[in-house]
């Protein structure tokens, strides 16, 4: 049983997926950090970790909310990686963004993607290079920061899945058409086998 440090028992929520109406939506901004937002918080961030993956978004939970989950740990630790730093360990380390957006970017950069909403498939999607975002932390405090290479790939995909957009609609329609019978093969394999989906999904 995983639990906060308050003691609270913690849920691994289920992931929703490609053809999910969720997903579709363009999420709702939120009013009110209160209480049951930061659980909502808590639990995405075992739920990313159980999935293994880097960000999380609140329709991929099936919340229609403008709530955003991303391992600044991980991030740290590749940007670190790709310095040539071994001092810095990756270590978890997850971060809630309320009502996050974009407000300045630049350059270009392309890397193959994966998505847990869009388990078994992964694809290559233009994006900014580096951006500037602004949101709210977790005790309301207004926050910015300006992000490059992967970390700002990670707000892109992430902010997509507040406006309603999945990676795979950044590609061609007839990539697209694979991609979702993929995906639909992988999550029926997963139901066969009896296997918990959230615990399987790695991009």
């Known amino acids: 049983m995983l639990t906060d440090l308050g003691g609270k028992e913690l849920s691994i929520l289920k992931i929703s997926t490609v053809g999910a109406t969720v ?12 209480d049951k937002i930061k659980e909502l918080t808590k639990n995405m961030a075992t739920t990313m970790k159980a999935a293994g993956g880097l960000g999380l978004a609140g ?3 099936g919340v229609s909310l403008r709530i955003v989950i991303i391992d600044f740990g991980y991030l740290k630790y590749e940007k670190a990686q790709s310095q040539g730093d071994d001092s810095i360990e990756d270590s978890f380390n997850p971060q809630a963004l309320i009502n996050p957006e974009i407000i300045e970017s ?3 950069a392309a890397i193959s993607e994966g998505c847990l ?3 078994g498939y992964r694809a290559e999607v233009d994006r900014f290079a580096k951006i500037k975002a602004k949101y709210t932390d977790i005790e ?3 926050q910015t920061i300006e992000a490059e290479g992967l970390m700002a790939i990670a707000f892109q995909h992430e902010i997509d899945h507040l406006n309603g957009v999945l990676f795979i609609d950044r590609i061609s329609t007839l990539k697209r058409g694979i991609a979702v019978k993929k995906v639909q093969k992988y999550v029926k394999n997963i139901k066969e086998n009896g296997d918990n989906i959230e615990s399987a999904l790695y991009g």
């Open 23 to 34: 997903l579709k939506q363009k999420a709702e901004p939120v009013k009110v950090i209160d």
């Open 59 to 61: 329709p991929q939970v």
């Open 106 to 108: 630049s350059g270009e």
């Open 117 to 119: 909403s869009v388990p």
């Open 140 to 142: 309301g405090n207004e």
